[in-house]
């Protein structure tokens, strides 16, 4: 946890507001495993839930790596041409869903928990 920890000074204001928050949702409250891969925290419980990507604008991407197998209903994931990887996209704090993240943050849980992951193999 250390690492993440050091990860997320390296940023500053909203940005590293943002990481900070999510990081203790998910580290704490949740009680996912924090990992840095890729130079980057990830979160496990069974498999890799999410992770944090901090962009050039200043902003946080709050990203699902089995997002395409989530359902969408709060309206906040974009997939940005991805196939599988969607994400939230956080400006300020302030402007954080915080019950709305929730709630996607539990149904990946829920998806990990239920439903095995496994690599489609490309045809």
């Given at each position: 946890m250390v690492a993440?920890?050091?990860?997320?000074?390296?940023?500053?204001?909203?940005q590293r507001k943002i990481l900070n928050y999510l990081h203790i949702l998910l580290a704490n409250e949740l009680e996912l495993v924090p990992k840095i891969r890729f130079e980057i925290p990830f979160y496990y419980k069974r498999s890799w839930i999410c992770y944090l990507?901090?962009?050039k604008r200043k902003t946080a991407d709050f990203c699902f790596l089995r997002g395409n197998e989530l359902s969408n209903e709060q309206g906040l994931l974009s997939g940005k041409g991805r196939k599988q990887v969607v994400s939230i996209e956080i400006a300020k704090l302030s402007d954080l869903?915080?019950?709305?993240?929730?709630?996607?943050?539990?149904?990946?849980l829920l998806l990990?928990?239920?439903?095995?992951?496994?690599v489609k193999n490309k045809k």
């Open positions: 993440v920890d050091d990860f997320i000074q390296n940023f500053e204001g909203d990507n901090p962009t869903p915080e019950g709305a993240i929730k709630e996607v943050v539990h149904e990946a990990d928990e239920s439903v095995p992951y496994s």
